[in-house]
């Protein structure tokens, strides 16, 4: 690596280069065998907020003694001079640079080079990627962190494969010739250049005896051979372990609630190992987030793993991988005139993911940028292009090396929509005698999705236009001269299909009612087909289903007619097969695009329009009415156990709702229900303000908005507000920002401030901020500590009207002389409200409040039950002064003295 360059790191007033100031910069450049540094804490001539004084810990620091910025610019010039600049994501410090006039033309940031070099770490930020280094957000220090990471980088940069530098000395030129590295000898080379085939056979999972019993591990855990010095004995987990157990003995389907802190997931996790080996069976575990997938397998399943002779695997959905076939396409044929340098940085990453990766999957290549992001679908493993156990990459195929490996185990961790793909198409999986479900309040919307259609016209027209473009897969067929006309021919039909499809989302466009939201469902009922007869709706639809039977009919001839020409060849080329799969997905499209119209017992369709306001999108959708019946003949019939387990199973108790919706036989079924471990009653208040308006007057918003101000400034912020609708989040963030802000507030609000997972962390991180969150983060976020001390529910959370599948069940259960309101509507709002709740309380020494801004609660004949569902907090109902001091002393002031309103208040 050359020496001829100057570490560069500035801590600043904010984030913006135009309003925002330097209050420190530090210079590290290399001196032969020594490092020379310069560093000047700087005058930004205004105050400096509180949270960065606390971030870089300068808080008593008084800036005003040193030099402006101005006064020191010339020395930071000539200490620079013209040596490479190079710097942690360097661009924002270039940025505040450039308004003081000096202007760097020549930067290395270490920050996309560590993407290259280092593409399976979590996180990219300094702190994480030299820890050793810290304290951080003091210049000084980064920039001697910064220099052991151009260091490591260079050495992860030796360690790859010489194919490998050689591709990304070709991608990078110059960049890459700045870092004079040579290959090590004995290095692993890179799945892209070790093409085989797959190879035949597998392990059988045969018992193994051994003596070892749940309950014996559970109390002592170090006799296996591991140590747990953090480890926590709790009964509840020992009583829920237990009940696992039985269930493996009885052939039971076991429905446990048990909230957080349980300890869940040991609790079934180590009965699925012991019983699975035991007797040389074969357990799936479904998760619905990745979150709890990655912890199962990083921290949960090797405590419960031990070391017995006991094999695991993790699978993931065929999209999640790379395809190594495409990857290798886009290695071959990317031209550096071509691209762009963002893309050309992407496929280096994508290139040292790939030889450095023994997962292959999307998480670990965890994109961020843009660029990576679209790069991965060009390479992701869809099934429109994969060729199979025929390809020839089948050998190291990421995704084939995770299935070879599951039909090994006795444990295989997968998420729900596996799960649901293996119930339609019984080949997903290898065949498993036990099944753990966990979040599985989730479970029956997954199945619904998977044994229903979803076509975004716009995705299948950009699929199909690639396809018939010069160059595109037509173009690819090895060919012959009786090839050639059906080739052409079906390029033909394609391009009407095309037109087709166009005029198929326009007429969708023009048939979708007026609408307040950038998103709409349009329900296809008797009434609205029958209206459709002798329209322009029945002749487009019809035109389009003829071009795609067209299709479909025209694809199957081609791979037929090549068969027959070039034998068992076609079968080994690559991109054959991947006709060979477009031509049986044609034939999908066409059968689901016939079955797609009116409703029947069975199935109800419906059309959903997005980004009404800009390039509105239509996506035909159908799915069944009641999943209960093909979930219980397509997996309670198939295995020997059930486990399903969430925080919300149960309504108040009873697992009635949750047995109806996934189809569990009654005498199979067995239940459980474990108290929370953590203090409810005296570590949370639930508060319900007794004079709020309707949640449907002009006023509500208004006075909750004017409830939070009073409110969140007393508290420090550490809020989380839960709306029922993105048009009321977007009120909200409107009223609160203007005048939370100018008291160090920060508003972050979902959707409007970034995604739900960006906006938790940025929440975690801040040591004042309000996070407004939609339907997304009524569950799954987990904020321990006081770092959140107040969850405000908008309104009790009912699902919105609209949803054709939901309006199709309600009025089936209405049919059957049934209340659909008590019988679903009512259920799935309190089990929502249950997990709206759980936000709270993370640990056992959390502590705080959540408010109900829904007066239904207190004054409907229904709103008992919301409170009957919960753990027993401290009830408190009051008018709203008095409310808001009662959070502020119990969060503030730590008070316990709370007066509890008596539950058998007026509900009428």
């Given amino acids: 690596m050359r020496t001829d360059f100057v570490i560069v790191d500035l801590e600043t007033t904010g984030l913006n280069p135009e309003s925002d100031q330097v209050i420190q910069i530090a210079m590290l450049r290399e001196m032969g065998t020594q490092t020379d540094t310069l560093a000047f804490f700087i005058n930004p001539n205004r105050s400096v907020p509180a949270f960065v004084r606390r971030l870089t810990g300068f808080d008593t620091m008084d800036f005003s003694q040193f030099p402006t910025l101005d006064e020191v610019i010339e020395e930071i010039r000539d200490f620079i001079g013209d040596r490479l600049v190079v710097g942690h994501q360097i661009g924002f410090d270039l940025a505040f640079l450039k308004r003081a006039g000096l202007h760097i033309e020549t930067f290395l940031d270490t920050l996309e080079w560590a993407r290259i070099a280092l593409p399976t770490e979590p996180s990219y930020r300094l702190e994480n990627l030299v820890p050793e280094e810290g304290p951080f957000h003091d210049a000084r220090n980064d920039v001697q962190a910064t220099y052991r990471l151009l260091y490591r980088i260079r050495t992860a940069l030796s360690h790859l494969p010489e194919t490998t530098q050689r591709d990304l000395r070709y991608l990078l030129g110059n960049e890459w010739d700045w870092w004079q590295v040579e290959a090590l000898p004995n290095t692993r080379p890179s799945p892209l250049d070790q ?343 029945e002749k487009t639809m019809a035109l389009t289903r003829e071009a795609m039977a067209n299709v479909a009919q025209a694809s199957r001839d081609i791979w037929s007619a090549a068969e027959a020409i070039f034998g068992d060849v076609i079968k080994n080329d690559p991109t054959w097969l991947r006709f060979e799969k477009w031509a049986d997905d044609m034939s999908s499209y066409s059968l689901h695009l016939d079955q797609w119209g009116p409703p029947t017992s069975q199935q109800v369709s419906w059309w959903e329009a997005t980004h009404l306001d800009t390039n509105p999108q239509i996506t035909l959708r159908f799915g069944p009415v009641d999943v209960a019946p093909l979930v219980h003949d397509t997996l309670w019939n198939q295995i020997k156990t059930g486990v399903l387990t969430s925080a919300t199973l149960s309504v108040a108790g009873d697992f009635d709702y949750m047995a109806r919706s996934l189809g569990i036989p009654k005498e199979r079924m067995r239940t459980m229900r474990l108290p929370s471990p953590f203090n409810v009653r005296a570590n949370s208040v639930l508060a319900i303000p007794s004079d709020i308006p309707d949640v449907n007057s002009a006023e509500h918003l208004k006075e909750l908005a004017e409830f939070l101000i009073e409110v969140v400034p007393r508290i420090n912020g550490r809020t989380l507000v839960l709306t029922t609708s993105h048009k009321s989040l977007r009120v909200l963030a409107d009223k609160l920002r203007p005048v939370l802000d100018p008291l160090g507030i920060v508003t972050l609000a979902q959707g409007i401030d970034g995604p739900s997972v960006r906006l938790v962390d940025q929440f975690k991180q801040s040591s004042r901020a309000i996070l407004l969150g939609a339907a997304g983060l009524w569950e799954g976020v987990d904020v321990p500590g006081a770092d959140l001390s107040l969850v405000v529910m908008a309104r009790l959370p009912f699902a919105a009207p609209g949803d054709p599948l939901e309006e199709a069940r309600l009025e089936r259960i209405a049919q059957r002389g049934q209340s659909a309101f008590y019988q679903r509507t009512l259920p799935q709002a309190i089990l929502r409200f249950q997990q709206g709740f759980g936000r709270l309380l993370r640990t056992k020494n959390d502590r705080g409040a959540v408010v109900v801004y829904d007066p239904r609660i207190i004054r409907s004949r229904y709103g008992a039950k919301f409170i009957q569902a919960l753990a027993g907090p401290t009830i408190v109902v009051q008018p709203t002064h008095h409310v808001r001091q009662v959070i502020h002393d119990f969060i503030v002031k730590g008070g316990h003295d709370v007066d509890e309103t008596p539950t058998n208040f007026n509900y009428e």
């Fill in 195 to 537: 093409p085989h085939g797959e190879p035949s056979g597998g392990r059988e999972l045969v018992p193994f005896s051994h003596g070892w019993q749940s309950q014996t591990w559970l109390k002592n855990p170090t006799n296996i051979g591991k140590n747990f010095e953090e480890f926590e004995q709790r009964p509840s987990q020992e009583a829920m372990m237990a009940a696992v157990e039985r269930a493996y003995q009885d052939q039971s389907i076991l429905l446990v609630e048990a909230g957080t802190g349980t300890g869940k997931s040991l609790a079934y996790l180590i009965p699925a190992v012991l019983v699975s080996l035991k007797q040389g069976e074969r357990t799936v575990i479904a998760t619905h987030t990745l979150a709890l997938q990655e912890q199962l397998w990083n921290k949960d399943l090797p405590m419960a793993q031990q070391d017995l002779p006991v094999n695991v695997a993790l699978v993931k959905g065929r999209g999640q991988y790379v395809c190594l076939l495409k990857a290798d396409e886009i290695r071959q044929t990317t031209t550096v005139l071509n691209e762009d340098r963002e893309r050309r940085i992407a496929i280096a990453r994508l290139l040292t993911f790939i030889a450095q990766t023994d997962r292959g999957d999307y998480d670990a290549f965890n994109p961020s940028s843009r660029e990576a992001k679209e790069l991965w679908q060009d390479v992701m493993a869809d099934r429109h292009a994969c060729a199979g156990p025929r390809c020839p990459y089948a050998g190291p195929c990421f995704m084939r090396l995770a299935r070879r490996k599951a039909e090994e185990s006795h444990v295989v961790i997968v998420n729900h929509a596996l799960l649901a793909s293996h119930m339609a198409n019984p080949v997903v999986l290898p065949e498993f005698d036990h099944v753990i479900i966990d979040e599985a309040h989730h479970f029956a919307d997954v199945v619904e999705r998977t044994f229903g259609m979803e076509f975004v016209i716009a995705d299948f027209r950009r699929i199909l236009a690639e396809n018939t473009a010069r160059n595109g897969l037509f173009d690819h067929l090895k060919t012959h001269p009786d090839l050639f006309s059906p080739i052409e021919y079906l390029r033909a039909q394609s391009i009407t299909l095309l037109e087709r499809l166009e005029s198929l989302e326009n007429v969708f466009i023009a048939e979708t009612p007026p609408s307040d939201y950038n998103r709409q469902a349009v329900r296809v009922t008797t009434e609205r087909f029958e209206s459709w007869q002798g329209t322009q709706v």
